[in-house]
C-alpha cells in the first residue's frame, strides 16, 4: 500500500550567510556557467494548480528527464526511466522520471536565477525506505572569486510511496545575481538519498516572482 508523500523543507541558518559570502561580484567562469544559457527563454505554467499553487512556474532544462537527463550529471546507477508521475503537469506525453537508488547522486542541467527566481518545486516518490531516510536536495552554485563549486541545502523529502509535489524550496543563492552583470547566477541541483531505499523525481521547476 502506498502512503502518501510528506516533504519538510530543511532548515537553512548560518551555513547559508557563511554560503552566500564566498561570492563576489564579477562574471562567473566555472563550470556551471559554462554549461547554463541564461539568456535561454522560459515559458511560464502554473504545473501546481491542483495543489492550491497559484504560482508560476519555468520547467528546469530537462526537468522532466523526457530527454533521457540531457545535462543532468548522473552517478551511482542514478538514471532516466521509464514512467512519469501520474498528473503529468508537463504534458499528456511525458513518459519518464529520475530513478536514484541508494548511494546515487544526480545534479540536474544548469540553468540561471535572479532576484526573481527564489524557489523550486519537484515532484518524488520513495520505495524501501525506513523512517531513517531522505532524499536531500542542494543547490550548486560558483564563486565569482574563486571560480569554486560551492553546495547549500535547501530542502529535504521524506518517504512516501506515492507520487507527490514537494513543498517550495527557498534556494537563497538566488540573492547573489545582483552582484553580476546580468543580474543573474548560474546553479544547478543536486538530489542524494540519504540511508536505505530508492527514489524517483520527476518535473524539476524553478518559481519566478512573475506573471507570463
Known sequence: M???LGCRLAAVGLGAAGALALLAPGA????????????????????????????????????GLEAGG??????????????????????????????LPSGSSATSAPTCVGLEWPTIR????????????SLRVEV?????ATRA?????IGTATPGGNWWPTPQMVMLVNTLGALSEDGMVPVAF????????????????VDPWRGP
Open 28 to 63: 562567473y567562469a566555472g563550470p556551471i556557467s559554462s554549461e547554463a544559457d541564461c539568456s535561454a527563454s522560459r515559458p511560464l505554467t502554473q504545473p501546481f494548480l491542483p495543489w492550491a499553487d497559484l504560482a508560476n512556474y519555468a520547467l528546469s532544462p530537462d526537468g
Open 149 to 153: 563549486t560551492q553546495s547549500l541545502q
Open 2 to 4: 502506498f502512503e502518501a
Open 122 to 133: 519537484f515532484f518524488t516518490r520513495s520505495s524501501g525506505t525506513s523512517s531513517l531516510s
Open 70 to 99: 540531457k545535462g543532468w550529471r548522473l552517478s551511482g546507477g542514478a538514471t532516466s526511466t521509464a514512467g512519469n508521475e501520474p498528473f503529468f503537469v508537463g504534458g499528456s506525453n511525458d513518459s519518464r522520471s529520475l530513478h
Open 140 to 144: 550548486l552554485f560558483e564563486s565569482a
Open 190 to 205: 543536486r538530489f542524494t538519498p540519504v540511508a536505505t531505499g530508492s527514489w524517483q523525481i520527476d518535473d524539476l521547476y
